[in-house]
């Protein structure tokens, strides 16, 4: 009922930087928080960034200063500014949103993208 489809992704030289999308269609009364995601091979899925309705916004200690997240006005896409980028930030990056469907009553939703590959080449 939601979708999410993120871009952005690529192959990237250490030191680069790369802008991650994630635009949500489907039937949305209202997205109260976004999250990005990234999974590095055999590792688990470890949670990137976070950016409430309200602005709030929260990192990973291990991106704090390099990435920044953001969102535009229509609330229905979101970012991920990526700077300085690390071998170790290299995985597959997913986006995740939450909040409430057009339905009534309002029924709650968590939805996942598919993913987007980021590759930081050493």
């Known amino acids: 009922q939601v979708q999410l489809v993120e871009s952005g992704g690529g192959l990237v030289q250490a030191g680069g930087s790369l802008r991650l999308s994630c635009l949500a269609s489907g039937r949305i009364f209202r997205i109260d928080v976004w999250n990005w995601y990234r999974q590095a091979p055999g590792n688990q899925r470890e949670l990137v960034a976070t950016?409430?309705?309200?602005?709030?916004?929260n990192y990973a200690d291990s991106v704090k200063g390099r990435f920044t997240i953001s969102g535009d006005n229509a609330k229905t896409t979101v970012y991920l500014q990526m700077s300085s980028l690390k071998s170790e930030d290299t995985g597959v990056y997913y986006c995740?949103?939450?909040?409430?469907?057009?339905?009534?009553?309002?029924?709650?939703?968590?939805?996942w993208g598919r993913g987007t590959q980021v590759t930081v080449s050493s």
């Open positions: 950016i409430t309705t309200g602005g709030i916004t």
């Open positions: 995740n949103a939450g909040g409430l469907l057009t339905s009534w009553p309002r029924t709650a939703f968590a939805s």
